[in-house]
C-alpha cells in the first residue's frame, strides 16, 4: 500500500539548532514529494516540492529537502531554526502519472525553544 | 494571494443530524480534493473531483458522505447521518493538478455531540 513514514512524531530544538526531519514513502515508481507547514491556527501551506531534476530542492523560509531515490526519502532541513519555525510539518507524495491525489504522513510536531 | 475559501469555519452537530460543508477553490484550479483530517494524524483524501467530474472517491463512505460539484467551481461535502466518529478536521484543496501540489483552505473542524 501506498504510504508515508515520518519518524519523529514530535521534535524539539533551541533556537539556532540544526533541523533534519525524515520522510519515507512507499512507492516503486516516479512520484512527486513535497512538505507541508502547518503554523498553529493557520492552514497547511507548502513549504517545498520536487518533481524532477536536482534532487536538492529549496524552498521558503530557508528549509531544504533532498531526495535520495534508492532510499525512498525526501529528509526536510534547515541550518538553524527559530521561533518561528514551531509548527506541524507533514510529508506527502503524489503518484507521476496519477491523478495528484496526495498522500500525507502523520507530521512532526516541531518545537522550538527561545 | 489567492486563497481556498470554506465554510464553516467550525460546525456543532447533533449525532443523526445532517451537515454539509462548502469549498470555493482557487479560481482557474480544476482539481478539487476534500481531506479529512483526525488529531494527530495527517489528511486523508475523501472524495477528488476534476471539473465536475469524481476521479477518486474510493476512502468516501458512501453510506453517509456524499460530494458534489455541479458546475465545476464549489463544492459541497455532506454527511447524513453524522456519527460521533466523523469529528474531524474537513479540509478542503484545489490544484491545477500532477506535480503542481494542492493549495488547502483553513478547514472546517466538525465535532459530532
Known amino acids: 500500500a501506498q504510504s508515508v513514514s515520518q519518524h519523529n512524531h514530535h521534535v524539539i530544538l533551541s533556537e539556532a539548532a540544526s533541523l533534519e526531519l525524515g520522510c519515507n514513502y512507499s512507492?516503486?515508481?516516479?512520484?512527486?514529494l513535497f512538505w507541508y507547514v502547518q503554523y498553529p491556527g493557520q492552514h497547511l501551506q507548502l513549504l517545498l516540492k520536487y518533481f524532477s531534476g536536482d534532487p536538492l530542492v529549496k524552498g521558503i523560509k530557508g528549509f531544504e529537502a533532498e531526495f535520495i531515490k534508492s532510499k525512498f526519502s525526501f529528509n526536510l532541513r534547515k541550518p538553524s531554526v527559530q521561533w518561528s519555525d514551531t509548527a506541524e510539518y507533514f510529508c506527502a507524495f503524489s503518484v507521476s502519472s496519477n491523478t495528484g491525489k496526495l498522500i500525507f504522513g502523520q507530521g512532526t510536531t516541531l518545537q522550538v525553544k527561545p | 494571494e489567492a486563497e481556498v475559501a470554506q465554510s464553516p469555519r467550525y460546525k456543532i452537530t447533533e449525532k443523526s443530524q445532517a451537515v454539509a460543508f462548502w469549498c470555493d477553490p482557487i479560481?482557474?484550479?480544476?482539481?478539487l480534493y476534500w481531506y479529512r483530517q483526525i488529531l494527530g494524524q495527517g489528511p486523508e483524501l475523501l472524495v477528488q473531483?476534476?471539473?465536475?467530474?469524481?476521479?477518486?472517491d474510493s476512502q468516501l463512505p458512501k453510506d453517509r458522505f456524499s460530494a458534489e460539484r455541479l458546475k465545476g467551481v464549489d463544492s459541497t461535502l455532506k454527511i447524513q447521518p453524522a456519527e460521533l466518529g466523523d469529528s474531524a478536521m474537513y479540509l478542503c484543496?484545489?490544484?491545477?493538478?500532477?506535480?503542481?501540489?494542492?493549495?488547502f483552505g483553513q478547514g472546517t473542524r466538525l465535532t459530532v455531540v
Open positions: 484543496a484545489s490544484s491545477l493538478g500532477g506535480s503542481h501540489g494542492a493549495f
Open positions: 512507492y516503486g515508481g516516479t512520484v512527486n
Open positions: 473531483f476534476q471539473d465536475e467530474s469524481v476521479v477518486d
Open positions: 479560481s482557474g484550479h480544476a482539481t
